[in-house]
Antibody, heavy 120, light 109 residues
Framework: EVQLLQSRAEVKKPGESLKISCKGS????????IGWVRQKPGQGLEWVGI????????KYGPSFEGQVTISADNSISTTYLQWTSLEASDTAMYYC?????????????WGQGTVVTVSS | SALTQPASVSGSPGQSITISCTGT?????????VSWYQQHPDMAPKLITY???KRPSGVSNRFSGSKSGNTASLTISGLQAEDEADYYC??????????FGGGTKLTVL
């Protein structure tokens, strides 16, 4: 069974850095795209970006390019989403997602979500 | 920019409803890579259709996807109370990215 286990909720101040994680299990980690989706409170889904662990090819949504960094550590089947300087507008639920069968990145597996709260 | 979905739709049990998702020739119109997701309150979204018309294993055949030009659609037949949820479309884009729709709240009357 495919599982995506995300790190715990975080409370940070504006300007602080943060790295959240997602550990994949139950499948061959390097063989599937894995990425992140943001959902602000009461709002819709936004595609943050995605990485292919097999060759580290990474894509970002237009709103997130240069704002976050996605990486992966294949030795522990874990992907990361990182900020160097958080803003209040980064407050949201962040879901880890895995590409399923099919093309165009359909996400058949979702993590439980990591709540990130940025407040002074 | 985000794909365009109606903010809300409603239907009675047993009826069929259709949710539209409008994009451009750079996303929906250019590829056969549209997916739909269902999200119940305080839950992670669930994939219900992909590659426009395909359904993952275990998803009811009451859910069906289609596409015409730059508009994709999700039809739910035999509406049930448990179908009440938010629904999101997504599409691959020519910029090698992914875009979601704004979401549609389905109310079962």
């Amino acid at each position: 069974e495919v599982q995506l286990l995300q790190s715990r909720a975080e409370v940070k101040k504006p300007g602080e850095s943060l790295k959240i994680s997602c550990k994949g299990s139950g499948y061959r980690f390097i063989g599937y795209w894995i990425g992140w989706v943001r959902q602000k409170p009461g709002q819709g889904l936004e595609w943050v970006g995605i990485i292919y662990p097999g060759d580290s090819d990474t894509k970002y949504g237009p709103s997130f390019e240069g704002q976050v960094t996605i990486s992966a550590d294949n030795s522990i089947s874990t992907t990361y989403l990182q900020w160097t300087s958080l803003e209040a507008s980064d407050t949201a639920m962040y879901y880890c997602v895995r590409q399923g069968v099919g093309s165009g990145w359909p996400f058949d597996s979702w993590g439980q979500g990591t709540v990130v709260t940025v407040s002074s | 920019s985000a794909l365009t979905q109606p903010a809300s739709v409603s239907g009675s049990p047993g009826q069929s409803i259709t949710i539209s998702c409008t994009g451009t020739s750079s996303d929906i119109g250019g590829f056969e890579f549209v997916s739909w997701y269902q999200q119940h309150p305080d839950m992670a979204p669930k994939l219900i259709t992909y590659d426009v018309t395909k359904r993952p294993s275990g998803v009811s055949n009451r859910f069906s996807g289609s596409k015409s030009g730059n508009t994709a659609s999700l039809t739910i037949s035999g509406l049930q109370a448990e179908d009440e949820a938010d629904y999101y479309c997504s599409s691959y884009t020519r910029n090698n990215t992914l875009v979601f729709g704004g979401g549609t709240k389905l109310t079962v009357l």
